[in-house]
């Protein structure tokens, strides 16, 4: 059985940083991607970031390139969301999430909440102004 395991969530000042981390186990992920997604109050959960296990390739929204990082711990079997400059913006529940993905073309235009077969129960991040 997959369990999907959050932890790191708090609450900082804008211009903070956080690093989340999801604990996977269950199966082997060799051939998944582990994403990040979050949910504002009063909005639809979006995609955050995602990060191929096998490859190490990398994906982001707009809204957090350039100030967030996503990193995974093979030995640990362990994912992460390094969170830099923090704005109220960012204030939402975060989910880990993990899919089955084989290439490239999947991983990158995968993006959608429906994409995904895995979620962890979440943590809440809130960035105080």
């Known amino acids: 059985q997959v369990q999907l395991v959050e932890s790191g969530g708090g609450l900082v000042q804008a211009g903070g940083s956080l690093r989340l981390s999801c604990a996977a186990s269950?199966?082997?992920?060799?051939?998944?991607?582990m994403g990040w997604f979050r949910r504002a109050p009063g909005k639809e959960r979006e995609f955050v970031s995602a990060?191929?296990?096998?490859?190490?390739?990398?994906n982001y929204a707009d809204s957090v390139k350039g100030r967030f990082a996503i990193s995974r711990d093979n030995a640990k079997n362990t994912v992460y969301l390094q969170m830099n400059s923090l704005k109220p913006e960012d204030t939402a529940d975060y989910y880990c999430?993990?899919?089955?993905?084989?290439?490239?073309?999947?991983?990158?235009?995968?993006?959608?909440?429906?994409?995904?077969?895995?979620w962890g129960r979440g943590t809440q991040v809130t960035v105080s102004s």
């Open positions: 269950g199966r082997t992920f060799s051939n998944y991607a």
């Open positions: 990060i191929r296990w096998s490859s190490g390739s990398t």
């Open positions: 999430a993990a899919a089955r993905m084989s290439s490239d073309v999947a991983f990158y235009t995968r993006r959608r909440v429906d994409d995904y077969d895995y």
